[in-house]
């Protein structure tokens, strides 16, 4: 069994994600097991070749935990931990 490392006393884990023509980057995720969705920062996302302005959707209205909410696009990433 694999045992996720804490940062800062928080419930993260640092995860290697790979662009597809480029080397593997870390980025840190919050460990939420009752999330809908993984929100991935803008830097994050264009560390991986994801050009968030560029992607052809609509953003949506995402509620977060804090009740607060923010709009996003949602699209799909593989990233294997």
């Known amino acids: 069994m694999h045992k996720f490392p804490y940062i800062k006393d928080k ?9 597809i023509n480029g080397g593997p980057r870390y980025t840190e ?10 929100l991935l920062s803008y830097t994050s996302a264009l560390l991986i070749g994801i ?3 560029a992607l052809e959707i609509p953003e949506i209205p995402l509620q977060l935990a804090n009740s607060s909410t923010m709009q996003a696009k949602k699209t799909e990433v593989i990233i294997t931990v």
């Open 11 to 19: 419930p993260k884990f640092l995860a290697k994600i790979r662009k």
């Open 29 to 38: 995720f919050l460990i939420d097991t009752g999330a809908d969705y993984t």
């Open 51 to 53: 050009d968030y302005k």
